[in-house]
């Protein structure tokens, strides 16, 4: 099993895949990268800091697949509210919009939500996209991650033509997506 890259939130650094894990940082974001991809240069704007994660070979600017990690410092939002602002700020540049119940999943003792929705077709990309947003709540900032899909865009009432196989990925990266802090024993980090 390949380590996962670990986003050590205090400080927001992207470790290789050695694994090495830093315990001066006490909070830990880890974000399991899929296979071949590679992380952009950490943006720090404000109390904004996100890096982007994307397969080798696409560009921000034209892309099949990304995985976007946000840590937003001192965010009041809850992590239900958030997703939702997610959503209803996407909905303004969707043709048509299908979004799943949102969980309320626990992860590792902190406060989470998780959201999925498609857009048949988008005002900004002109393509059909999937999206899940899950966001969680830690001690000193909310935690954000965005894994979007794009593909051919389809009319307003059709079914975005998502593979199985994006699908079964998804469900099997975030299942590692953990937020840990060496701090506190109810927040234990996996060894």
Not at 40 to 49: E, R
Not at 87 to 105: D, F, L, Q, Y
Not at 151 to 173: C, E, H, K, R, Y
Request: include cysteine.
């Amino acid at each position: 099993m390949r380590t996962p890259l670990r986003f050590l939130v205090a400080g927001m650094l992207v470790l290789g895949s050695s694994g090495a894990f830093a315990q001066s940082a006490p909070a830990h974001l880890i974000v399991p990268p899929p296979k071949d991809w590679v992380a952009l240069p950490i943006t720090k704007q404000g109390n904004l800091t996100v890096v982007q994660m994307l397969p080798a070979g696409e560009s921000p600017q034209d892309f099949r697949e990304s995985i976007v990690v946000q840590r937003q410092d001192g965010e009041k939002k809850t992590p239900k509210d958030y997703v939702m602002s997610v959503v209803n700020g996407s909905k303004a540049h969707c043709e048509g919009i299908i979004t799943s119940p949102i969980s309320e999943r626990p992860v590792n003792g902190y406060k989470a939500a998780e959201v999925r929705f498609a857009c048949t077709k988008s005002s900004r990309t002109g393509k059909s996209g999937l999206m899940m947003v899950k966001a969680i709540a830690g001690n000193d900032a909310l935690h954000v991650v965005q894994r979007i899909w794009l593909g051919a865009p389809v009319a307003p009432n059709q079914p975005v033509p998502v593979p199985d196989t994006v699908i079964d990925s998804w469900d099997a990266f975030d299942a590692f997506v953990v937020l840990c802090d060496s701090r506190d024993a109810k927040h234990g980090c996996p060894k």
